[in-house]
């Protein structure tokens, strides 16, 4: 398939998924509007249609509640076949909350980056005529600047533990990583009492081996159930939820999210104290809580065990994306991990990079969700970092990879790593978005 046969195919997938004024990550499997893929959304509408990127961005953060948290699903079309339902969550009415019916949780906040990375026209492909109509709106009194703001400042506040400023996750599917192996151990440990009657919908659109376990669903409904009834309250949720975890991913995001949020404030002239500041307790903490320095890898933090969760996931190389590993971790992460046939490297046993969870793993499951999979933003964040650390022969084999993964087997939600093989939901929005702007370098 040629370049300009598949950039039309991956735009004619977002068109598909396209409600007007938010797309859906997949017609039948997601059928309402999600954080983190609203965002990669709006980098790949960007690439041909930048007011309807805008549009996307505006309709996520008009979700945003009145604390700054920015919610994970957005239910601006009502209720249907998916699981769970709006007011399943139960947050309508509280006085934290926003106006727009949502879960009660949050994701990977990478909106301010994919914001100056629109804005960084030059870049990525965006006309600079265009660029300049989004940087004046930016400018605007209801500008998206300080409500990306306030997120920023909830996540280092309401969801500090110990005062580091890494943000804790209370859920499994804040990480976007939603039964990934790295979760295994918190999940077991929660004793299931009261559990409320759910029917799953998961399974409806999609094979029953390649989603989550029954066991994980159930502990998925529970904590929302501990959620509800805790009434979302931050201060209650750090103190009460079983389930809290330092996450590699979710803070090296954060982190790089930081710095273009800095950007932003300095495009816009507005100051940048309070975000100086987070970046350098960030730089401050992040290594010695995060890093194995035997094993060489990153490993997420289980709060409530008060120990490292030692699962090798891809989420690893993520820090390189943030511009926080040292030149000797980011050699170590990609000689030792990356480039290694046993854990990452194609091999006898897979043909794409870049597994979800290393192969040598225990919980490796190359059809299972995040299990082992390849997925398309995971290799474009790390492609990007590999490149900020001058690895650009391994950023173009990721790319390349994501490339001849969805011209193979189409715009799927994820891949297996053995044969390239589809997985999960089809004509996925993120797949499709992150074609159109890797397409474009
Ligand atoms: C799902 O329904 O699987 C989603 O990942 C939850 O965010």
């Known amino acids: 398939m040629t370049a300009t046969d598949l950039y039309a195919r991956a735009q004619a997938v977002l068109r598909l998924n396209d409600t007007g004024e938010f797309t859906k990550p997949s017609p039948r499997q997601y059928p309402h509007q999600w954080n983190w893929d609203s965002a990669f959304i709006a980098l790949g509408l960007a ?14 953060l008009r979700a945003q509640w009145r604390d700054g948290m920015v919610p994970h699903i957005i239910y601006p079309n009502g209720a249907s076949d998916y699981f769970p339902p709006p007011d399943f969550w139960q947050t ?82 804040e990480s976007g990583m939603d039964n990934s192996p790295l979760w295994a151990d918190a999940l077991d440990r929660i004793t299931l009492r009261d559990l409320p009657p759910f029917k799953r919908r998961d399974t409806i659109h999609v094979a029953t081996d390649e989603r989550p376990l029954a066991t994980d669903y159930e502990r998925f409904v529970h904590l929302i159930d501990l959620g509800r009834r805790l009434r979302w309250e931050p201060r ?36 940048t104290r309070e975000i100086d500041d987070w970046l350098a307790r960030t730089r401050a903490v992040f290594n010695a809580r995060f890093w194995d320095d035997a094993r060489g890898l990153y490993l997420d933090y289980d709060v409530r065990a008060q120990s490292p969760i030692r699962v090798n996931a891809n989420a690893t190389f993520a820090p390189l994306f943030a511009g926080l590993a040292s ?16 854990e990452y490297a194609p091999a006898a046993d897979s043909k794409y990079r870049l597994p979800s969870v290393a192969k040598n793993e225990r919980g490796y499951s190359p059809r299972r969700y995040w299990c082992g999979p390849v997925w398309i933003q995971m290799n474009w964040i790390i492609a990007h970092g590999l490149r900020r650390y001058g690895y650009h022969a391994q950023a173009d084999a990721l790319v390349r990879d994501s490339l001849a993964l969805v011209a193979q087997s189409g715009f799927r939600e994820y891949f297996d790593p053995r044969d390239g093989s589809g997985c999960g939901a089809t004509d996925f929005s993120w797949s499709a978005a992150l074609t159109l702007d890797m397409l474009s370098y």
Not at 93 to 98: C, D, M
Not at 102 to 112: D, E, F, K, R, V
Request: aromatic content about 6%; overall charge negative.
């Open 47 to 60: 690439h041909f249609d930048l007011p309807r990127a805008l549009v996307e961005i505006r309709s996520l």
């Open 236 to 271: 209650a949720l750090l103190d009460q939820m079983p389930f809290l975890v330092q996450d590699v991913l979710f803070c090296a995001i954060l982190h790089r999210a930081d710095e273009d949020l800095r950007a932003l404030a300095i495009e816009l002239g507005e100051d």
């Open 327 to 342: 030149k000797e971790q980011a050699a170590r992460l990609v000689a030792e991990h990356f480039d290694n046939p046993r």
């Open 92 to 173: 309508e009415n509280l006085p934290h909350a926003g106006n727009v019916p949502s879960s009660g949780l949050t994701q990977p906040p990478i909106l301010s980056t994919i914001v100056r990375m629109i804005y960084k026209n030059s870049e990525f492909g965006v006309r600079n005529s265009e660029s300049r109509i989004l940087i004046s709106e930016l400018r605007t009194p209801n500008s998206e600047f300080p409500q990306l703001l306030a997120w920023h400042r909830w996540l280092h506040t309401a969801r500090d533990v110990d005062g580091t400023g890494l943000p804790c996750l209370i859920h499994p599917w």
